[in-house]
């Protein structure tokens, strides 16, 4: 019967599959598998009983343990740094998913991704030593934060770019005259 149904239905009736899957609870949740027959036949289940089925919804892992584990030093630095909880926890969420031990493919290190050449100006003795890259990272934060007028936008281009590069943006630096902020 569903063969019967146009390809215009069809894709609403996937729609709503994706709906209901992003409106049921955490706790039923599961990976959603899907193929397509010969005959145009949309099929879905939890549990696949073919290699035809493939992956089509990945279920979203629960937070675990160590995202909460660093609250009290993300809380410290926060308060010392002037920054936001929630702004620290997602920089350490994108940067090592909450793994102290982390090391990028470029050298970056600890839970905050602190470059190498940055550990000694930050005083951080241990890049893995969470509480020395979490206060050291802030620090770092911040100091891009306030070295670029804390443009709210622009708070993360100096995690990710060279500061020396952004020093020399024209509109970046920092000027008595606005007129040669807008220069170039």
């Not at 959603?32 to 010969?38: E, K, P, V």
């Not at 493919?105 to 000694?120: E, F, R, S």
């Not at 622009?154 to 060279?162: E, F, K, S, V, Y």
Request: with cysteine; glycine share 4%.
């Amino acid at each position: 019967m569903f063969y019967y149904l146009s390809k215009k239905s069809r894709w609403a009736i996937l729609v709503v599959v994706v709906g209901l899957f992003l409106i049921i609870p955490e706790s039923a949740r599961t990976d959603i598998f899907m193929y397509i027959d010969s005959e145009g036949v949309l099929h879905f289940t939890n549990a696949p009983t073919s290699s035809q089925y493939k992956l089509y919804i990945k279920k979203r892992p629960k937070p675990s343990a160590a995202t909460k584990a660093y609250d009290p030093i993300i809380k410290e630095a926060s308060l010392r740094y002037d920054l936001s909880f929630p702004l620290i926890k997602a920089i350490i969420r994108v940067e090592s998913n909450f793994n102290a031990k982390a090391v990028s493919h470029k050298g970056a290190l600890g839970l905050m991704q602190v470059m190498p050449k940055n550990l000694k100006p930050l005083d951080i003795g241990d890049p893995f030593d969470p509480k020395e890259n979490i206060m050291g990272g802030a620090r770092y934060f911040k100091a891009m934060v306030d070295r670029f007028m804390g443009n709210c936008l622009w708070r993360w281009r100096p995690i990710t770019l060279a500061p020396t590069l952004l020093k020399n943006i024209g509109q970046f630096r920092r000027s008595r005259k606005p007129a040669t902020m807008l220069k170039r």
